[in-house]
């Protein structure tokens, strides 16, 4: 039985990155709807063909993009943040990693969220920070509060997210003035707030 990694060729990911970019660059100049295949794959430098050997369409590269997008900051949020100085500081350490992961890739998630608003990608991240809102809030140290409160659960989830990927935009729109960790901590302080 031979032991077989999966590894993607690098000159699909190359090609892929090609066309991601070029996308991205499309995005910042025209309206999603008057982007074609052909300008994609022009703006790439590859021929349309070699778009079709990766994708159906455009809607399909889309949602692998958004796939790609996911994954990447699930592995960022999966790995054990051990940033015990974000911990003392009172900042929601897995809230830094997202933020400085979406800071180190600006050009991407400022269009994709910030200018464009593609939906697919903005409601696979609402629903990843529902998830992660979810986790916070299923404590039971959480639980009491809200009940003490007279906060159903669900609202508190959707105010949370909603609250979050706002900021995540408004960040973004504004060439994000503050660094990761301090808006991290402001959201935290605020979260306490409420």
Known sequence: M???????????????????????????????????????????????????????????????????????????????SGNQYVAEEGAWPLLVDLLEHIAEHAKFYKIILASRRTPIFTDRLLKLLSELITARLDSAESEAILADAGIQKDIALWYGSAALIGTIVAWLRKDMPYTPLYLAKQFTLMRSLS
């Open 2 to 80: 031979e032991n077989k990694t999966s590894r993607t060729d690098p000159r699909i990911l190359r090609t892929r990155q090609l066309l991601k970019d070029a996308f991205v660059e499309l995005l910042q100049e025209m309206e999603i709807e008057k982007i074609s295949v052909n300008r994609i794959a022009e703006r790439a430098t590859i021929n349309r063909v070699t778009f079709y050997l990766h994708y159906r369409d455009i809607p399909d590269m889309l949602e692998k993009m958004a796939d790609d997008m996911i994954e990447d900051i699930r592995k960022i949020l999966d790995k054990d």
